[in-house]
């Protein structure tokens, strides 16, 4: 049971190049986000999958696209990067059964874009 | 006013002591609330969940919660060096979708 995976760990991208964050999970968790971290400003929420074939706006989407490609994988696109974007971005997963609203974050993807 | 506040420390301990973290959060319908752990370079941990008033204690670890006053902690009893992390604490968000605010979180340093 691997819990939530991503895929890279690093990246370094140049302005204007399009990259591919994947997650994954196998808790089969219904809901999933995205989220970004920069220091002083915490995590913010970027989008977030309520169920298999819904994704909506978090605070930050802007540059973004998601995709919720079945129930185990949500991945995350930039299009065109800007510097902007260097940040640690994770993915969560949240429990369907029990307590409510506990999310579960996988390792995080770093990327740098110059 | 940021939606989920914390102070971001570093707050120093001694080991053994008692670490005490606060959080506020300014949404009066919030219902859940949690506490997470995170290392540095490392992704966060939920170590802590708290859903109604009063104390919930887990191992060495005690939340509490008044949501008269909208306030949220985390005790650590018996501080230890590996305890030395940044906290975050997160309290559900308006409108649907599950969504979690985050603090910026405390970061908490154990002295040997």
């Known amino acids: 049971n691997a819990g939530v995976t991503q895929t890279p760990k690093f990246q370094v991208l140049k302005t204007g190049q399009s990259m591919t964050l994947q997650c994954a999970q196998d808790?089969?968790?219904?809901?999933m986000y995205w989220y970004r971290q920069d220091p002083g400003m915490g995590l913010r929420l970027i989008y977030y999958?309520?169920?298999?074939?819904?994704?909506d706006k978090g605070e930050v989407p802007n540059g973004y696209n998601v995709s919720r490609l079945n129930k185990r994988e949500f991945s995350l696109r930039l299009e065109s990067a800007a510097p902007s974007q260097t940040s640690v971005y994770f993915c969560?997963?949240?429990?369907?059964?029990?307590?409510?609203?506990?999310?579960?974050f996988g390792p995080g993807t770093r990327l740098t874009v110059l | 006013q940021k939606e989920v506040e914390q102070n971001s420390g570093p707050l120093s301990v001694p080991e053994g002591a008692i670490a005490s973290l606060n959080c506020t959060y300014s949404?009066?319908?919030?219902?859940?609330f949690f506490w997470y752990r995170q290392y540095s370079g490392k992704s966060p941990e939920l170590i802590m969940s708290?859903?109604?008033?009063g104390d919930k204690e887990d191992g060495r670890f005690t939340a509490q919660l008044n949501k008269a006053s909208q306030y949220v902690s985390l005790l650590i009893r018996d501080s230890q060096p590996s305890d030395s992390a940044t906290y975050l604490c997160?309290?559900?968000?308006?409108?649907?979708?599950?969504?979690?605010?985050f603090g910026t979180g405390t970061q908490l340093k154990v002295e040997l």
């Open positions: 949404d009066r319908v919030s219902q859940s």
């Open positions: 808790m089969n968790h219904n809901s």
């Open positions: 999958s309520a169920s298999e074939g819904t994704t």
């Open positions: 708290i859903y109604s008033n």
């Open positions: 969560a997963s949240r429990a369907t059964s029990g307590n409510y609203n506990e999310q579960f």
């Open positions: 997160a309290v559900n968000s308006k409108g649907g979708g599950n969504k979690l605010t």
